[in-house]
């Protein structure tokens, strides 16, 4: 999942404090069950012991060159894999590398959960004090940042030629970087449309196909009075993409010039604004701040219809109380149509091996291992997640499930062609004065010419 999200997860209690509007229901909602929240492990005494190495004139190398260079005979070589993982997600984990250090006992691997939010500049720290791990797992957008700046090593073709060879074409292109490979996909994920099926057919409406009916149903959905909504608005640039696209808008024109402020992008925003203050089929909350865990909480306890979110929001929705007894109320299906068609973005999640690793050999053989096909299948079954090769799509038990199935279908037929072109600063800026748009604090055009002001002016 993406870099964009930099929200600081909170409890359900203070996420409710920040709500405008705050009827009982949502005064009462369950605790957060976001994807990626982790116990955060600071790592002081790393860096203390740098600074009396560096009392001895020791210049400490980057990377993980801290671990020894050789080993004596029947010594184990112990790696370290700093996973980002969200808590249900990386329930699976455990065993399957306890199966990897049976089948490999040269090698102890010793896992560590590093919040998502949390894991980019912990590893960046990590490089700079010789603590990093041996493997870590990546977004794909801090990933061209790690290569740009020299803190990953090439990935050796030949080793990886049977992996490589399988993975979807977008994650290949992800991790290739002047015809070098620099990380190893491991899942991919996309946004599609997660609806509660109880509240469908108490309001005589079906999964739309397009925005038009889209905004029909989320007004049918709506009852202020018993405080459910028929939509809720995450105000960050991954899930305005969706809408963004479909109605016609680019972050940049052919020539590379900033091209968001255009009437496309408008109508985008409008459609949004609409279904906020013209049809009320959104919650009257505060989208300044911890959007995405109101959106969850909302979802969970049936107060909210529909939401746009990702493969790893199903477990925790089937935990709220609205499915938690009634798997089969929760409904997943494609994005819908707009005028241009449709479209959701597509994020990569690889392992790479940090600079100047001195286990690179046992870390190589753990990244194979994580990326088979029996790992990436086990992991998939268990957090519906999408699987980075594409031999996984066939797999019935795959594709025939009904929560999974949308999503593999949206990313074999969804446009991906703008997913070439975004970085880690595009997210954050455009979410900046996305969230003041939505939230009704600036006018869309007024906003737009803001944010290209912003663009323009950071380097």
Not at 262 to 275: E, G, N, P, R
Not at 336 to 354: C, E, H, M, T
Request: proline share 7%; net charge neutral.
């Amino acid at each position: 999942m993406p870099e964009k999200w930099r929200r600081r997860e909170t409890s359900a209690a203070e996420a409710g404090s920040r709500c405008r509007f705050e009827p009982p229901h949502y005064s009462k909602v369950a605790p957060v069950m976001m994807r990626r929240s982790f116990h955060f492990r600071l790592f002081g005494s790393a860096s203390c012991a740098l600074l009396v190495v560096g009392l001895f004139g020791i210049l400490l190398a980057a990377g993980c060159q801290k671990k020894q260079e050789t080993k004596t005979s029947g010594e184990k070589v112990k790696i370290t894999y700093w996973n980002t993982m969200g808590t249900l997600e990386s329930e699976a984990l455990p065993s399957l590398v306890d199966g990897f250090m049976v089948k490999n006992p040269d090698i102890q691997v010793v896992l560590e959960k590093v919040p998502f939010y949390e894991a980019r500049s912990k590893f960046e720290q990590g490089i700079k004090v010789g603590v990093a791990p041996d493997v870590f797992r990546t977004d794909r957008f801090w990933l061209a940042d790690f290569i740009r700046s020299g803190q990953v090593e090439e990935l050796p073709l030949d080793a990886l030629k049977d992996e490589l060879s399988d993975l979807i074409p977008f994650a290949r292109q992800v991790v290739t970087v002047n015809e070098k490979v620099w990380g190893l996909p491991q899942s991919v994920d996309c946004l599609c449309l997660l609806y509660n099926k109880a509240h469908f057919q108490e309001a005589g409406v079906t999964p739309p196909e397009d925005y038009d009916s889209f905004r029909a149903a989320a007004g049918k959905l709506t009852d202020a009075g018993t405080g459910r909504y028929g939509f809720f608005l995450n105000p960050d640039a991954w899930w305005f993409e969706p809408f963004l696209f479909a109605f016609g808008g680019r972050y940049f024109s052919p020539n590379g010039t900033f091209d968001l402020t255009s009437d496309q992008t408008v109508k985008a925003l409008q459609f949004l604004l609409d279904l906020k203050e013209t049809e009320k089929a959104v919650p009257p909350v505060s989208l300044r701040s911890n959007a995405y865990d109101l959106m969850m909480q909302s979802f969970q306890n049936g107060q909210v219809s529909m939401i746009l979110n990702g493969p790893w929001s199903i477990r925790p929705a089937l935990a709220g109380s609205a499915f938690k007894d009634r798997s089969e109320n929760l409904g997943v299906a494609q994005l819908p149509k707009g005028p241009q068609g449709r479209f959701s973005p597509v994020g990569v999640q690889s392992l790479i091996i940090p600079k100047g690793c001195r286990n690179s050999a046992a870390a190589l053989r753990f990244m194979k291992f994580l990326c088979s096909e029996g790992v990436e299948s086990a992991l998939s079954k268990t957090n519906f997640g999408i699987p980075a090769r594409k031999s996984l799509f066939s797999d019935p038990e795959l594709k025939n499930d009904p929560f999974l199935r949308p999503f593999i279908e949206q990313m074999q037929t969804g446009d991906t062609s703008e997913n070439r072109i975004q970085t880690s600063r595009l997210y954050v800026i455009v979410g900046e004065f996305l969230m003041k748009i939505l939230n009704g604090d600036l006018a869309p055009r007024d906003g737009l010419k803001d944010l290209e002001a912003a663009w323009k002016a950071k380097p």
